[in-house]
């Protein structure tokens, strides 16, 4: 039994989070999906309710099959019944462009909100606005217009279909670079939020809460921070966890996402582009603006767009501080990094003995009982300290959702200081988990100061650096924008002490 063409916008939204997952193996989810156009699923709405129309094309630009897309994907608060003419009250709280080409992979982008940008009919705005005044369509025109790039498609998602999707997944492990709460008790006004530091698993709810906080930091970090959960969630969700969830997902995705895809065969030619873009890495293009003095906006400049723009079309990645989750190929490791010298990388700093700092003393003794021994770094930023809030955290990880098994972990949260890595934490973190999702497939193996460290990349930058023990398995995380060098992470890795107990 075929599927009813009102459905067929319905599967795109599945399709956007396949394409989120881009991988050599979760592209092939996508099948599943192709499958219930052919076969038909379950044509239930998840959770009641009316599907959502789809959206209007708007100026979209027309492509060949076979042909690079290009898709806007747009995280807003909720949805308006309203023409595109009205106030739409709803918002774009979170805007990517994904871009898909069969031979050489994808690329994704993420465009901060707070983007001053030239809104057709309103003068210059924040780039969110243009949802919340014309919705997809006005959306759809201030991206081309500030960016340059043509968009063939676009997918609207509600926040509830992120949530639902992620709890469908099991929830997914996440490494928490430090500690956010906030309850507004202290007179503040904005989102709650309570997720603490570690790598631990997150569900629906708190991922969002996660992904969308800005307020001690700012949009580059948040786009920083979203680029982090694309690349765990990747390296997590195998595609049998795609297509045994499928029918779930699709019902998810019926009731809370727009598109203006209607047609079956526009949807079939993008899957395929899918499946075959997944068979390459994909790369993360870094959204370069700076504050305008004055106002709250980010501007871009001339020279940053003609950057950017190159780097999404030709799949290129972002070199520098950023958060590109295209990887070096195994074993091939980088002069820098394999360099061997008794002297400090740039930076870092030689930190007296914290074997009596009471905290470090009373996780020790904590987690003496799961038999994990505490490191600490004997050597640090020369700039930032510890973190306010949980600078050492003794907890217990959970392998998955309902398990009664826990890994016992701590996790030490360190700030990169002031100026241009306002915001920005690394960390050591240490469990008996000695498989954990994090330290599968590590790119390079390098020997520093008679210790092999495991060495996991995002581009040309280290993300983390990994040391495994009889007792347990010891990493250091880079800050969500990759602030510390090559060197600086090896040579803190290389720097972990005991705390004796």
């Known amino acids: 039994m075929s599927t009813p063409r009102r459905y067929w916008p319905r599967y795109v939204g599945a399709l956007a989070l396949v394409v989120l997952l881009m991988g050599a193996s979760t592209a092939f989810a996508a099948i599943r999906f192709g499958d219930c156009l052919v076969i038909g699923c379950d044509q239930g709405t998840e959770g009641g309710g009316d599907t959502p129309e789809p959206l209007p094309p708007g100026p979209l630009d027309p492509v060949e099959p076979g042909e690079p897309q290009t898709l806007l994907l747009i995280g807003s608060d909720g949805r308006s019944k309203k023409s595109v003419d009205g106030d739409f009250g709803a918002h774009s709280d979170t805007m990517m462009l994904a871009h898909l080409d069969a031979d050489r992979g994808a690329a994704v982008m993420s465009i901060p909100r707070d983007t001053e940008a030239d809104v057709p009919g309103y003068g210059p705005r924040k780039i969110n606005e243009a949802f919340t005044l014309g919705g997809s369509p006005l959306t759809v025109k201030t991206v081309k217009g500030l960016?340059?790039?043509?968009?063939?498609?676009?997918?609207?998602?509600?926040?509830?279909?992120?949530?639902?999707?992620?709890?469908?997944?099991?929830?997914?492990?996440?490494?928490?670079?430090?500690?956010?709460?906030?309850?507004n008790s202290t007179g503040t006004n904005y989102a709650a939020i309570n997720v603490r530091s570690g790598y631990q698993l997150v569900c629906g709810g708190d991922t969002l809460d996660w992904v969308r906080f800005r307020h001690t930091d700012n949009d580059l970090v948040r786009g920083a921070r979203q680029q982090e959960f694309l690349r765990s969630a990747k390296a997590q969700v195998a595609?049998?966890?795609?297509?045994?969830?499928?029918?779930?997902?699709?019902?998810?995705?019926?009731?809370?996402?727009r598109t203006d895809i209607t047609k079956g065969t526009e949807l079939?030619?993008?899957?395929?582009?899918?499946?075959?873009?997944?068979?390459?890495?994909?790369?993360?293009?870094?959204?370069?603006?700076?504050?305008?003095?004055?106002?709250?906006?980010?501007?871009?400049?001339?020279?940053?767009?003609?950057?950017?723009?190159?780097?999404?079309?030709?799949?290129?990645?972002?070199r520098g501080p950023t958060t590109s989750p295209k990887a070096q190929s195994k074993g091939k490791t980088s002069s820098k990094t394999t360099k061997q010298s008794g002297a400090l990388a740039t930076g870092l700093t030689k930190v007296a003995s914290e074997t009596t700092k009471p905290e470090l003393t009373e996780a020790s003794f904590k987690l003496a009982a799961g038999k994990l021994p505490v490191y600490y770094p004997s050597v640090r930023l020369a700039?930032?300290?510890?973190?306010?809030?949980?600078?050492?955290?003794?907890?217990?990880?959970?392998?998955?959702?309902?398990?009664?098994?826990?890994?016992?972990?701590?996790?030490?949260?360190?700030?990169?200081?002031?100026?241009?890595?306002?915001?920005?934490?690394?960390?050591?973190?240490?469990?008996?988990?000695?498989?954990?999702?994090?330290?599968r497939t590590a790119h390079d193996t390098v020997e520093r100061r008679g210790r092999k460290l495991q060495v996991y990349r995002a581009g040309s930058r280290i993300r983390t650096v990994a040391w495994v023990t009889p007792s347990g398995a010891y990493w250091v995380s880079n800050s969500l924008s990759l602030a510390l060098t090559n060197s600086q992470m090896l040579d803190i890795a290389a720097s972990l002490r005991r705390v004796p107990g």
């Not at 340059?148 to 992620?166: K, L, T």
């Not at 595609?239 to 996402?257: A, E, H, P, Q």
Request: a positive charge.
């Open 147 to 183: 960016l340059g790039i043509d968009i063939n498609h676009v997918v609207e998602i509600d926040f509830e279909a992120f949530q639902r999707s992620v709890n469908e997944l099991g929830c997914l492990h996440q490494d928490i670079d430090r500690s956010y709460f906030n309850d």
């Open 239 to 257: 595609f049998s966890r795609l297509l045994s969830s499928g029918n779930d997902l699709v019902k998810i995705f019926r009731r809370y996402t």
């Open 268 to 318: 079939l030619t993008l899957m395929k582009l899918a499946v075959e873009a997944g068979k390459h890495d994909f790369s993360s293009v870094r959204f370069r603006a700076s504050d305008q003095p004055g106002t709250s906006n980010l501007a871009v400049s001339q020279t940053d767009l003609a950057i950017m723009r190159r780097e999404f079309q030709r799949l290129e990645g972002s």
């Open 383 to 439: 700039v930032g300290g510890y973190a306010q809030r949980d600078p050492v955290r003794a907890y217990d990880i959970r392998p998955t959702r309902f398990s009664k098994r826990r890994y016992p972990a701590f996790r030490l949260t360190y700030s990169a200081g002031e100026g241009k890595y306002f915001g920005q934490y690394y960390g050591v973190q240490g469990t008996t988990w000695k498989d954990a999702p994090i330290l």
